[in-house]
């Protein structure tokens, strides 16, 4: 049966809420619980956004709908991310894409995968999927991985674990080929590997088509979306890292909130995916917003700090490095047979569960 898709109600009042209550800001509406409301509103906008955007998606098609939809939340991890680098000038914040990028990867191998393969081994013992789209995803992730947080520590250019211009602008570009090389691996040259075994009797591939009011609508709201995400992360910004620094807790912390922020809507979707056994289409979400949370953002932080000539740290530590390779190292075995079960996702969770006590007790 055919699932139309709609313009939720709550899609387009909760971003025209948040825009009144950011113009709120300036006229001096500020309350005790009014941060509080705003970032509540700043989740709504991000969920919204992700719903725009895989409207038009469904409309235009591959390749083009993967892209946007990366495009999307690309953009909110950018805003984010930059929006609390220009705080303070870039003071203190020169390891926030490192920690934002590293927390993402975590929470999607570990956390989201794990909760994934989890709820499908304890409903239906064992998933299968394809082997060979999953493998393409790792290997590229692997690549862009060690690029990006594990070899800065070995340049000699710079002192410390950061890139000089030109090596950082060199790797933007590696990153950004091997991203789009991915995606029309996934779009075009191989799209069987990513298909659900059951794809013909799968009611989401072959939802009906938005009509073009929808899509004009859609894209319009989009727009509106990523424009109020944008403006509230700034308005944010100084309230996030007070918070943080108040509860005595690391500044990477900050990173882990913007990357669980970024992540909810994809995450939410891999977990209703693996309920309903389409671990396929789980496995598809999570290493796809891994694979263009690293492989577009960094790209993008890179740029706005050449431009800006503000430093920034990529390397991470011995300790994070350590947990890094074994989240990939677990995953790989894990998604090595095509098949998934119960004790492999609890593997994970406790992984990551190890990361973020880690952060809060180093």
């Given at each position: 049966?055919?699932?139309?898709?709609?313009?939720?109600?709550?899609?387009?009042?909760?971003?025209?809420?948040?825009?009144?209550?950011?113009?709120?800001?300036?006229?001096?509406?500020?309350?005790?619980?009014?941060?509080?409301?705003?970032?509540?509103?700043?989740?709504?906008?991000?969920?919204?956004?992700?719903?725009?955007?895989?409207?038009?998606?469904h409309r235009?098609?591959?390749?083009?709908?993967?892209?946007?939809?990366?495009?999307?939340?690309?953009?909110?991890?950018?805003?984010?991310?930059v929006s609390?680098?220009?705080?303070?000038?870039?003071?203190?914040?020169?390891?926030?894409?490192?920690?934002?990028?590293?927390?993402?990867?975590?929470?999607?191998?570990?956390?989201?995968?794990?909760?994934?393969?989890?709820?499908?081994?304890?409903?239906?013992?064992?998933?299968?999927?394809?082997?060979?789209?999953?493998?393409?995803?790792?290997?590229?992730?692997?690549?862009?991985?060690?690029?990006?947080?594990?070899?800065?520590?070995?340049?000699?250019?710079?002192?410390?674990?950061?890139?000089?211009?030109?090596?950082?602008?060199?790797?933007?570009?590696?990153?950004?080929?091997?991203?789009?090389?991915?995606?029309?691996?996934?779009?075009?040259?191989?799209?069987?590997?990513?298909?659900?075994?059951?794809?013909?009797?799968?009611?989401?591939?072959?939802?009906?088509?938005?009509?073009?009011?929808?899509?004009?609508?859609?894209?319009?709201?989009?727009?509106?979306?990523?424009?109020?995400?944008?403006?509230?992360?700034?308005?944010?910004?100084?309230?996030?890292?007070?918070?943080?620094?108040?509860?005595?807790?690391?500044?990477?912390?900050?990173?882990?909130?913007?990357?669980?922020?970024?992540?909810?809507?994809?995450?939410?979707?891999?977990?209703?995916?693996?309920?309903?056994?389409?671990?396929?289409?789980?496995?598809?979400?999570?290493?796809?917003?891994?694979?263009?949370?690293?492989?577009?953002?960094?790209?993008?932080?890179?740029?706005?700090?050449?431009?800006?000539?503000?430093?920034i740290t990529?390397?991470?530590?011995?300790?994070?490095?350590?947990?890094?390779?074994?989240?990939?190292?677990?995953?790989?075995?894990?998604?090595?047979?095509?098949?998934?079960?119960?004790?492999?996702?609890?593997?994970?969770?406790?992984?990551?569960?190890?990361?973020?006590?880690?952060?809060?007790?180093?």
């Open positions: 049966m055919k699932q139309r898709i709609y313009l939720a109600l709550w899609t387009i009042v909760i971003p025209i809420i948040a825009w009144l209550a950011y113009f709120g800001i300036s006229l001096g509406l500020e309350g005790a619980l009014f941060p509080t409301l705003l970032a509540l509103l700043l989740v709504g906008s991000v969920l919204a956004a992700v719903h725009h955007a895989e409207v038009v998606a235009v098609g591959e390749p083009f709908g993967t892209f946007l939809l990366a495009l999307a939340i690309t953009i909110i991890e950018v805003a984010l991310i609390l680098m220009l705080t303070d000038g870039g003071v203190g914040t020169a390891a926030l894409a490192r920690d934002t990028v590293l927390a993402a990867v975590m929470l999607i191998l570990t956390g989201i995968v794990g909760i994934c393969l989890l709820v499908g081994g304890a409903r239906y013992k064992e998933q299968t999927f394809s082997l060979q789209g999953v493998s393409a995803a790792l290997v590229t992730l692997t690549a862009i991985l060690v690029f990006t947080l594990i070899l800065p520590n070995f340049t000699t250019s710079r002192p410390g674990p950061e890139y000089s211009p030109v090596q950082l602008g060199f790797i933007a570009i590696i990153c950004l080929i091997l991203y789009i090389a991915f995606i029309l691996f996934q779009s075009i040259g191989h799209r069987a590997f990513f298909l659900p075994p059951d794809a013909d009797g799968n009611e989401d591939v072959y939802a009906e088509l938005p009509n073009k009011k929808e899509t004009t609508g859609s894209a319009l709201l989009l727009l509106l979306c990523l424009g109020i995400v944008v403006l509230l992360a700034k308005a944010l910004a100084p309230d996030i890292e007070r918070n943080v620094a108040k509860a005595g807790a690391p500044k990477s912390l900050v990173g882990v909130i913007i990357a669980a922020v970024v992540l909810l809507p994809e995450g939410l979707a891999a977990y209703r995916a693996a309920r309903k056994n389409r671990i396929q289409t789980s496995l598809n979400l999570a290493l796809g917003s891994a694979l263009a949370s690293i492989g577009l953002t960094l790209p993008a932080v890179a740029a706005v700090s050449i431009i800006t000539e503000m430093r990529l390397g991470i530590d011995i300790k994070a490095m350590v947990l890094l390779v074994l989240a990939q190292f677990t995953i790989m075995l894990s998604l090595a047979t095509g098949r998934t079960n119960i004790l492999q996702g609890i593997v994970l969770l406790m992984i990551f569960l190890v990361y973020i006590f880690t952060i809060i007790v180093p």
